[in-house]
């Protein structure tokens, strides 16, 4: 199986960067996709941006020219730095893997709370 590790949340002003960490383990070679997600508060978990074995790379229009997603294979790591935060990037973000393992799997982390505030 796969297990998730997210890191890098905190809270920063209007305009700063953070980047986040998503640390995958176990059966890592059978993940087909690796995707960030975010939910805020009374709000739907939402797509943030996605990267697939293939290279193939998905943005929300929200965050296009803003965050970028790439990944270390070496390091089982994939990566969202983001740029130009604004109050409305106010949300937990969530790491996500699917694949395939004998059966599919859509597997979640823990979560990282990232806060944008002045």
């Known amino acids: 199986q796969v297990q998730l590790v997210e890191s890098g949340g905190g809270l920063v002003q209007p305009g700063g960067s953070l980047r986040l960490s998503c640390a995958a383990s176990?059966?890592?070679?059978?993940?087909?996709?690796v995707g960030w997600y975010r939910q805020a508060p009374g709000k739907q978990r939402e797509l943030v941006a996605t990267?697939?074995?293939?290279?193939?790379?998905v943005y929300a229009d929200s965050v296009k020219g803003r965050f970028t997603i790439s990944r270390d294979n070496a390091k089982n790591t994939v990566y969202l730095q983001m740029n130009s935060l604004k109050l409305e990037d106010t949300a937990t973000y969530y790491c996500n893997a699917r694949g395939f393992f004998a059966a599919p799997y859509d597997l979640w982390g823990q979560g990282t709370q990232v806060t944008v505030s002045s």
């Open positions: 176990g059966t890592t070679f059978s993940i087909d996709v």
């Open positions: 990267i697939a074995g293939h290279g193939n790379i």
